[in-house]
């Protein structure tokens, strides 16, 4: 079975991402309330750690919601978020084998 394809089309402006999109393509399903953010937060760091990057698909409406609110956010939310975001890099050239690695190098680019 081959791997399913995914398009990834550069937004013009942050609204655009709350717009129905078609099949295989990304879109924010939901703004996350104020108060559920900190909780959705954690949620979203704990996947990151155990699945890497691939976690920013499973919570991208928290990212989403951070960036939606961020003018008001609590200043801490906005420093934990910012920091995770800051400190949490992609894999080194020479980390190639990691699980979350190996799950990033199965999708494929979108060919037309």
Known sequence: ?????YEFHL????EELLKSGGVNQYVVQEILSIRNLPSQLRAFQAAFRAQGPLAMLEHFDTVYSILHHFRSIDPGLKEDT???????????????????????????????
Request: proline content about 20%; glycine content about 2%; hydrophobic content about 30%.
């Open 82 to 112: 910012l920091e995770f975001l800051i400190k949490e890099e992609p894999p080194h050239p020479g980390s190639h084998n990691t699980p979350a690695r190996r799950r990033l190098d199965t999708l494929q680019p979108y060919a037309q």
């Open 1 to 5: 079975m081959s791997p399913q394809l």
């Open 11 to 14: 937004p013009l402006s942050p």
